[in-house]
């Protein structure tokens, strides 16, 4: 069938168009295929948090139907299960440093948002292994996944106004090696 409408095939004129390889959906999201297991984790997190947020529902019920979600075992459940249980955890400590970043109340945060910035500023205080340029990435892409339009501005936002804080030395020494550069 050709790709080019014609009298016989009108239909072609309506297909939307191809979307490139390049690893990126049509949202800017990376596809499934290019995520590391690390990410897939996050993303596991991030549902899981969103479950404890808006049902309140309890970590280890949410861990259970978690792991039996296609897709899981391609997940770094170390990982996941550090996000998950971690975040539920310190979630009030967590809360309290998000809040003087917002720019109104938390009750008025989308619980995907809410769920990300939790993961964001978990990996900044427990995850010295990621560098804080990637914890603010990887948490611009699961808002920008599972967020809202501009969730994943806001969501940079507040990670960048906490990096100085809970990365202090890292953002330093960035800053540093940028200016002398």
Known sequence: MSETPTPENPAAAKRPPRQSRTGLTATGARKAGSKSARSRAREFALQALYQ??????????????TRDLSGFHKADAVHYDALLHGCITTAQAMDELIAPQLDRRMAEISPIEHAVMWIGVYEFQHCQDVPWRVVINEC?????????TDGHKYVNGVLNGLAPQLRAAEVAADKAAGKAS
């Open 52 to 65: 404890h947020l808006v049902g309140g529902n309890e970590a280890t019920a949410i861990d259970l139907f």
């Open 140 to 148: 611009i892409e699961l808002a920008k996944e599972f967020g809202g």
